[in-house]
């Protein structure tokens, strides 16, 4: 346990750590905050859970099939250009949806406009993963980079559920959505101003291929993996608020899905921690960007 635990000391004690990760933290937190904010506040417009839900469904199928597009404009270009674009955007369409009642939009605007918030999501996510694969060269510092930015994504989607709940307990479903928007508008200019694309490294020019990391047979694995999983966490984040709400406890949806992270964070401590041994060619597969 001593080692665990001297191992995290020591990296934490690394020039930029703390401040990266606290970056990644709260700029990320929207990822446990959106789709729970989003089904309330749309259900709360509608009437309807099932439109809500496909409402939750459209922002996430827009935000994966324009994920890889971001990434690889960010892996050419820099990500100064895509974090302008997606700071206007992404808050301006998520503005649109909180006043849709005052505005009087009609219940047909509220797929596209979320369909454009999805599409123009701050790729935080990929930044961060990208950044600790520019700030490290060592492995077993990359290792743990990597281990504690999944750790962090764990307590956004337990912190970020807990949040709406709460907000949803106290107030109202617009309320909770425009906590949330608050948030998503401050992860692009919080990222650009805090000094995190310091560490950004152009990749030398050499060959791509069209299809980027899926030319890597054992990526497929992985990705096939991943894509069960998350098709399961989208299910839970519409089903257990629909399950909440059926119990007449609304706020309770909050509280179920920040509760199912916490194993989840626990390994990834773990895992960064405990040292072992893997070969260059696995690390070098698991280490690869993701924008690519």
Not at 77 to 100: E, K, M, N, S
Request: aromatic share 10%.
């Amino acid at each position: 346990m001593q080692r665990f635990l001297k191992h995290y000391a020591a990296f934490f004690r690394l020039p930029g750590v703390p401040r990266l990760l606290s970056i990644a933290l709260v700029a990320r937190m929207p990822v446990g905050m959106m789709s729970l904010s989003l089904l309330m506040h749309v259900r709360e417009l509608s009437g309807s859970f099932a439109f809500a839900g496909g409402t939750v469904g459209a922002y996430l199928v827009a935000m994966a099939s324009t994920a890889p597009i971001q990434g690889r404009l960010i892996d050419r270009y820099g990500p100064r250009g895509v974090l302008v674009a997606t700071g206007i955007v992404h808050p301006a369409a998520l503005g649109l949806l909180l006043f849709a009642a005052p505005l009087q939009l009609p219940l047909t605007a509220i797929a596209p406009l979320a369909i454009v918030a999805g599409a123009f999501v701050t790729p935080i996510s990929v930044l961060m993963r990208t950044l600790w694969r520019h700030r490290f060269d060592d492995p077993g510092q990359r290792r743990t980079a990597f281990a504690m930015d999944s750790v962090l994504i764990e307590i956004n989607f337990t912190v970020g559920p807990a949040l709406i709940g709460l907000a949803l307990l106290f107030g109202t479903p617009a309320d909770a959505f425009g906590i949330t928007w608050l948030v998503a508008a401050s992860a692009a200019p919080l990222f650009v101003f805090s000094g995190a694309p310091r560490y950004w490294k152009r990749a030398a020019d050499e060959d791509r291929h069209l299809l980027g990391p899926l030319t890597e047979r054992r990526l497929l694995v992985v990705y096939a993996t991943s894509s069960a999983l998350t098709f399961a966490f989208g299910m839970l984040e519409v089903g257990y608020p629909g399950f909440a709400a059926r119990a007449g406890m609304v706020a309770f949806g909050g509280a179920l899905l920040a509760v199912c992270s916490t194993g989840s964070a626990i390994g990834g401590i773990a895992y960064g921690g405990l040292p072992f041994r893997s070969n260059a060619s696995c690390r070098d597969c698991c280490s690869r960007s993701p924008c690519r």
